[in-house]
């Protein structure tokens, strides 16, 4: 069940989230070896798994509100979850994370006390099971705004692509996040490729190399902090059209996000947004 976040509490996410994943961005175009470091750390956690999540893009969302809760108090939430009809679940959850996070600097607080300065100079074994979770949904949303902001398609549309063919989808995903080579299709797809039987594999092959090889992100991205507010409101489902453009946009001018300016800026950024994902 989809589950839309009260806009009320994704505005006070987005003025939170954005900035810091904007300063990740950067970090990136200037110092590739992050993506090195994130895939390290996450083998020695014993995280490299995480990949399996992009299979259902609602695991982003489900991290992200695990992330504000004891570890302790999830299984409470998820077992009153359950007695409830959809309406009340939906209620139920946003009541819950309005209350958790009353003040501003919650989350802040929260992400601050779990996620490391340095991946390089954390020790993986002394990770509480809290930091784990909130370390899993940052994989997930990092990897897929890097993916959307260098290819101008979600992660999650690349491996569904990849799974139902298309092979340059899958390089693109390998690309952006070479864990991804955990998911069983594409551990198969590489080992039948690698046997060479025919030129379409050669082809395959050598792309996946290139691209292994290559950064994934290169040159300026214009509306930066744009698309990554519009990725954060699509993992809390409020780009299914029940909010109009004159809502969504005083949504991200109360999260102070620059760059839109009218209606129709918007309505031509949420277009571009769709193209792809409507496709798989």
């Known amino acids: 069940m989809k589950i839309p976040i009260d806009p009320k509490i994704a505005v006070e996410t987005l003025k939170q989230i954005v900035p810091q994943m904007e300063e ?10 992050i993506f090195f470091a994130i ?3 996450a083998k020695k956690a014993g995280l490299d798994g995480y990949p399996q999540l992009y299979l259902d893009k609602q695991n982003i969302l489900k991290l992200s509100l695990l992330t504000l809760f004891p570890v302790d108090q999830i299984n409470v939430i998820g077992e009153t979850f359950k007695t409830l009809s959809p309406e009340d679940a939906i209620a139920f959850t946003n009541q819950t994370v309005h ?8 989350l802040d607080t929260i992400l601050d006390s779990h996620f490391p300065d340095n991946f390089d100079k954390v020790d993986p074994t ?13 994989f997930l949303f990092f990897h897929d705004t890097v993916s959307f902001l260098a290819h101008g398609r979600r992660i999650t549309d690349l491996i569904q692509s990849a799974i139902n063919g298309d092979d340059e989808a899958f390089c693109l ?17 590489i080992n039948k490729a690698l046997y060479l039987q025919t030129d379409e594999d050669a082809r395959f092959i050598y792309n996946l190399s ?8 290169r040159g300026k991205i214009k509306h930066r902090n744009v698309w990554i507010a519009l990725l954060l409101l699509d993992s809390m489902n409020l780009l299914d059209g029940s909010l109009t453009r004159t809502e969504l946009l ?3 001018d109360e999260a ?20 792809y994902q409507n496709e798989v």
């Open 210 to 217: 290139y691209r292994m090889q290559n950064p994934v992100m």
């Open 126 to 138: 002394q990770l509480t099971a809290q930091a784990k979770i909130v370390l899993t949904g940052f």
């Open 256 to 275: 102070q996000i620059e760059g839109v300016e009218s209606e129709d800026n918007l309505s031509r950024m949420l277009r571009r947004f769709r193209a």
């Open 24 to 33: 990740f961005i950067e970090q990136l175009q200037s110092e590739s070896g």
């Open 99 to 106: 209350n958790f996070n009353q003040s501003p600097d919650k």
């Open 39 to 41: 895939t390290q750390f």
């Open 250 to 252: 005083a949504m991200l």
């Open 173 to 189: 995903a390998v690309q952006t996040d070479h864990l991804v080579i955990t998911i069983p299709y594409f551990r198969d797809r």
